[in-house]
């Protein structure tokens, strides 16, 4: 069962404007959450993360929201620019395992 | 610094041939991970080190899959008698270990293996 989920396997948006990539989790054990981006034939890298117990955190123009209640978490990166263009994956752990489970990514394509 | 690395970078094997598949982690982390992407898919766990010994396998698929990590620094990843579906990128991840579970896990480029 896939317990994080990213519906959208791809969206495109224009430079300057705001990239909104959402993701969805069923296990409520999870209270640790973390947005990866990827470039191709490289590892994932890092980008920021939310604790369960904030429902926002900023890190310069990347923004993560968490709806606890929903079972909801997104990333905004505003304004979006064209080395912003990767796979974002959502990924979900709990404090007491350090295993991440990860969605299946969504693309994003920054439009010049 | 130096990164996590991963070698080889591509590995192209016969169906039911070993391969051995190698990480180091990134310098005094203490923790490394193995994570298996197949296309399409998020990274897929499959075993934690903390120092020497593996504190969860529990994403290992089978028992042809096995990983040492003896000095508690470079691992190795062995699968024994490989199968088509076992083709895929395999990921490895290192963070510092500490406690409190917001460790940040570093990852390496991967080694895509193919098995013919």
């Known amino acids: 069962d896939q317990q994080v989920k990213q519906n959208s396997p791809s969206l495109s948006v224009q430079e300057g404007r705001i990239s909104i990539l959402n993701c969805d989790y069923t296990?409520?054990?999870?209270?640790?959450f973390l947005w990866y981006k990827k470039y191709p034939a490289e590892g994932p890298t890092f980008l920021i993360s939310i604790s369960s117990i904030k429902d926002k955190n900023e890190d310069g123009r990347f923004t993560v929201f968490l709806n606890k209640s929903a079972k909801h978490l997104s990333l905004h990166i505003v304004p979006s620019q064209p080395g912003d263009s990767a796979v974002y994956f959502c990924a979900a752990k709990n404090f007491g395992n350090e295993k991440l489970t990860f969605g299946t990514g969504t693309r994003l394509t920054i439009i010049p | 610094g130096a990164g996590v690395s991963q070698t080889p970078s591509n590995k192209v094997t016969e169906k039911g041939k070993y391969v051995e598949l190698r990480c180091d982690p990134i310098?005094?982390?203490?923790?490394l991970y193995w994570y298996r992407q197949s296309l399409g898919q998020g990274p897929e766990f499959l075993i934690y080190f903390q120092g020497t010994g593996a504190a969860d396998d529990s994403g290992l698929p089978n028992d042809r899959f096995f990983a040492v990590r003896p000095e508690g620094s470079v691992s190795t990843l062995k699968i024994q008698r490989t199968e088509r579906g076992d083709s895929a990128v395999y990921l490895c991840a290192s963070s510092l270990g500490s406690s409190g579970g917001t460790d940040t896990q570093y990852f390496g480029p991967g080694t895509r293996l193919t098995v013919l």
């Open positions: 310098s005094g982390h203490t923790a």
């Open positions: 296990n409520s054990m999870f209270d640790y």
